[in-house]
């Protein structure tokens, strides 16, 4: 059976994952598919998390860290840098330490930390999977084409997503937690209604975004994985 024929009898699959080992073709048939797609008049992402993928090479189009960059009508492509990721998350992290405690410069100490914590290898994967998750959830496209990394590493970032939502889920039950007492606090105070609780906010915001794109990865009926086996 073609995969010509599995969209047309399975038009409602809009996920498109290609996995297998390296070096076996898989970028090479997400640009294809992806190609077919949008002469097809739909409008498609195919997007890398691979490190060592090359769709720049493909479209000779330097798209590394640029976001969805049209490459011809309905036809987007993206490689993501897990680095530019989590430079901005550093950055985020700085300033809301600054905010927080009027810094005017990071102790040198709370540096050392973040730049550190940055080093760890998980973060490189969060960042990705943080990219796909935003990718999914913003929507904007007929389909989406991805070009993933080696099998057991694709397993991996499947997985994540349970991962994440399991810390989150802790970490927002005790912010909740929290919550109740400061607001007890307050009413003892006679003091006037909190103010809305900004990181509760965030964590939800996250925990929302997450089981999003975990029910769309998971769903049989929208997602289509094609192990690639012969070079």
């Given at each position: 059976?073609?995969?010509?024929?599995?969209?047309?009898?399975?038009?409602?699959?809009?996920?498109?994952?290609?996995?297998?080992?390296?070096?076996?073709?898989?970028?090479?048939?997400?640009?294809?598919?992806?190609?077919?797609?949008?002469?097809?008049?739909?409008?498609?992402?195919?997007?890398?998390?691979?490190?060592?993928?090359?769709?720049?090479?493909i479209f000779q189009r330097d798209i590394f860290g640029k976001g969805a960059v049209e490459i011809m009508p309905n036809l987007y492509v993206q490689e993501i840098d897990a680095d530019e990721h989590i430079r901005a998350y550093q950055d985020e992290i700085r300033q809301k330490?600054?905010?927080?405690?009027?810094?005017?410069?990071?102790?040198?100490?709370?540096?050392?930390?973040?730049?550190?914590?940055?080093?760890?290898?998980?973060?490189?994967?969060?960042?990705?999977?943080?990219?796909?998750?935003?990718?999914?959830?913003?929507?904007?496209?007929?389909?989406?084409?991805?070009?993933?990394?080696?099998?057991?590493?694709?397993?991996?970032?499947?997985?994540?997503?349970?991962?994440?939502?399991?810390?989150?889920?802790?970490?927002?039950?005790?912010?909740?937690?929290?919550?109740?007492?400061?607001?007890?606090?307050?009413?003892?105070?006679?003091?006037?209604?909190?103010?809305?609780?900004?990181?509760?906010?965030?964590?939800?915001?996250?925990?929302?975004?997450?089981?999003?794109?975990?029910?769309?990865?998971?769903?049989?009926?929208?997602?289509?994985?094609?192990?690639?086996?012969?070079?």
């Open positions: 059976m073609s995969l010509a024929h599995v969209f047309r009898e399975h038009p409602e699959r809009r996920y498109i994952m290609f996995g297998g080992k390296g070096g076996l073709g898989k970028t090479t048939f997400s640009a294809a598919t992806a190609y077919w797609l949008a002469k097809q008049g739909k409008r498609v992402l195919v997007f890398s998390v691979d490190p060592q993928a090359s769709l720049s090479d330490i600054r905010d927080m405690y009027g810094f005017d410069k990071i102790p040198q100490e709370i540096e050392d930390y973040i730049q550190a914590a940055s080093a760890e290898p998980a973060m490189e994967e969060s960042a990705i999977f943080d990219q796909v998750v935003d990718i999914i959830v913003e929507g904007g496209y007929d389909y989406y084409i991805y070009d993933l990394v080696p099998l057991g590493h694709a397993l991996y970032y499947l997985s994540m997503s349970s991962v994440y939502d399991q810390w989150i889920d802790k970490i927002t039950k005790l912010r909740e937690e929290m919550r109740e007492y400061e607001q007890m606090a307050a009413r003892i105070k006679r003091e006037e209604e909190l103010p809305e609780d900004q990181i509760l906010a965030e964590l939800q915001d996250i925990r929302y975004r997450i089981s999003t794109s975990s029910s769309i990865l998971t769903d049989r009926e929208k997602t289509a994985f094609f192990f690639v086996l012969v070079p």
